[in-house]
């Protein structure tokens, strides 16, 4: 069963910037791609950009276009979200998962199952 560790979450005031990692390890349930997704309080979960493991394509929700650059590194089998120019509704607990070859879907395994990390906290301030 695949292992995420996501880390770099923590307070920072609007307009700055953060860099999110998530570290992948374990048996994998696809080699497709990983993706970063948030979620604020009350509200669901929603995809904020997910990226292939081989060529790199890329794919951001519209929040996120222009301001937040996800990138790998695969021989550390590491996703990264770099977020710049934050804004307050930004901040939410992001979280990292697999996702299917068009880099929303996420991948479940038996029993309908989603990995996912214990998630970092992002907060910004005003």
């Known amino acids: 069963q695949v292992q995420l560790v996501e880390s770099g979450g923590g307070l920072v005031q609007a307009g700055g910037s953060l860099r999110l990692s998530c570290v992948v390890s374990g048996r994998t349930f696809s080699n497709d791609g990983m993706g970063w997704f948030r979620q604020a309080p009350g509200k669901e979960r929603e995809f904020v950009a997910g990226?292939?493991?081989?060529?790199?394509?890329?794919r951001y929700e519209d929040f996120a276009k222009g301001r937040f650059t996800i990138s790998k590194d695969n021989v550390k089998n590491t996703v990264y979200l770099e977020m710049n120019r934050l804004k307050p509704e930004d901040t939410a607990v992001y979280y990292c998962?697999?996702?299917?070859?068009?880099?929303?879907?996420?991948?479940?395994?038996?029993?309908?199952?989603?990995?996912w990390g214990q998630g970092t906290q992002v907060t910004v301030s005003s």
């Open positions: 990226i292939s493991w081989s060529g790199g394509w890329t």
């Open positions: 998962t697999e996702v299917h070859d068009d880099l929303i879907t996420v991948v479940r395994g038996p029993g309908n199952f989603a990995s």
